[in-house]
């Protein structure tokens, strides 16, 4: 009995094609990874771009506008914050680390509570708010050492 080997070719034929279906597929799953990668890096960088810029400009007016007078009044010019930084800080508000929007976030709560005046004894108004304010820009810089 003489075995005839006509079968090889179409088993060959139709492995090849699978393995090349298979190589094709494999290809483009890496290839989309690969891009979705690349997509979620760059939205990444343009977040942090944007995070410092708004950082830039807070840094910016803390400069020019006299908002700290140690040792006078309170120590700080709330109202200038509430006009100036404040609006930076939440026009960014989504960019910012999470120490500084906690920052910004208890600095609000008490300038809140000191105009609905509902400070106790115990809040010293002049020390509080002067020192929230220097631990905010304190946290917006120690941003710049981490990169």
């Known amino acids: 009995m003489v075995m005839s080997m006509d079968w ?3 088993v060959i034929s139709g492995a090849s094609g ?3 279906a298979s190589v094709g597929v494999f290809g483009n799953i890496l290839h989309t990874r690969i891009q979705q990668h690349l997509r979620e890096m760059e939205q990444k960088e343009r977040r942090m771009e944007q995070r410092y810029l708004a950082y830039n ?3 910016d007016l803390n400069g020019r506008e006299r908002i700290l007078y140690p040792g006078k009044g309170r120590g ?3 109202e200038l914050y509430v006009q100036r930084i404040r609006p930076v800080l939440f026009r960014n508000f989504h960019l ?3 120490k500084v929007r906690g920052q910004v976030r208890t600095l609000d709560h008490r300038l809140q509570r000191r105009q609905w005046k509902e400070l106790t004894e ?3 108004p002049d020390e509080l708010e002067y020192m929230y ?7 917006i810089e120690a941003e710049y ?3």
Do not use: F, M, N, S
């Open 76 to 78: 700080w010019d709330a």
């Open 8 to 10: 090889i070719t179409p």
């Open 18 to 20: 699978v393995i090349g």
């Open 122 to 124: 115990e809040d010293v």
């Open 133 to 139: 304010y220097v631990e905010l820009i304190a946290l």
């Open 145 to 147: 050492k981490r990169t």
């Open 57 to 59: 400009e807070v840094l």
């Open 96 to 98: 910012l680390g999470d």
